[in-house]
């Protein structure tokens, strides 16, 4: 009778090791999210500032 309750706790535990690493991907995925999303944003404003200075540079050229 030991070996199948043994069975069973090393079972269970395997199982709460594994649950325990899903909660952590799945907090991780969250945070990386976040973060490709904030980069997302950063490029975008770049790519704003970019053209507006391109716009400038331009007035600027055919002004000569």
């Known amino acids: 009778m030991f070996w199948p309750m043994f069975a069973v706790a090393v079972g269970f535990?395997?199982?709460?090791?594994?649950?325990?690493?899903?909660?952590?991907?799945?907090?991780e995925a969250r945070r990386l999210g976040r973060q490709v999303a904030a980069s997302a944003?950063?490029?975008?404003?770049?790519?704003?500032?970019?053209e507006r200075s391109v716009a400038s540079a331009s007035r600027a050229v055919d002004a000569l």
């Open 41 to 50: 944003s950063r490029i975008d404003r770049a790519a704003e500032d970019l």
């Open 13 to 27: 535990l395997g199982l709460a090791v594994l649950g325990v690493l899903a909660v952590r991907v799945f907090v």
